[in-house]
């Protein structure tokens, strides 16, 4: 089993910034991706970006381009999401994912094998 642990959330002001860590342990070297997925209030969950370690490249959902940065440690079972030009759009809670299977990330969330529990992530204006 891996267990993923989010770090990092809270509250700022649109336009500031906030970083994200989650951390695997347990059978972490199992894992290939680690990710991140949001859920607002009264939507449905959605994919934000992930990193695999076969690949190295970031992928983004297109409505964080640009503003969001995504990075990892595979030696660490760490990833990271650095957050700039925060909008309360971004309101939600933040899930760092994990997943077993090689090659580019998934984008949904039933392809992921570890969730952690959530990390709250509030911008107001």
């Known amino acids: 089993q891996v267990q993923l642990v989010e770090s990092g959330g809270g509250s700022v002001q649109a336009g500031g910034s906030l970083r994200l860590s989650c951390k695997a342990s347990?059978?972490?070297?199992?894992?290939?991706?680690m990710g991140w997925f949001r859920q607002a209030p009264g939507k449905e969950r959605e994919f934000v970006a992930a990193i695999s370690w076969s690949d190295g490249s970031p992928y983004y959902a297109d409505s964080v381009k640009g503003r969001f940065t995504g990075s990892g440690d595979s030696a660490k079972n760490t990833v990271y999401l650095q957050m700039n030009s925060l909008k309360p759009e971004d309101t939600a809670v933040y899930y760092c994912?994990?997943?077993?299977?090689?090659?580019?990330?998934?984008?949904?969330?039933?392809?992921?094998?570890?969730w952690g529990q959530g990390t709250q992530v509030t911008v107001s204006s």
């Open positions: 347990g059978r972490a070297f199992t894992i290939n991706t």
């Open positions: 994912v994990a997943d077993r299977t090689w090659g580019p990330p998934s984008r949904l969330w039933s392809a992921y094998d570890y």
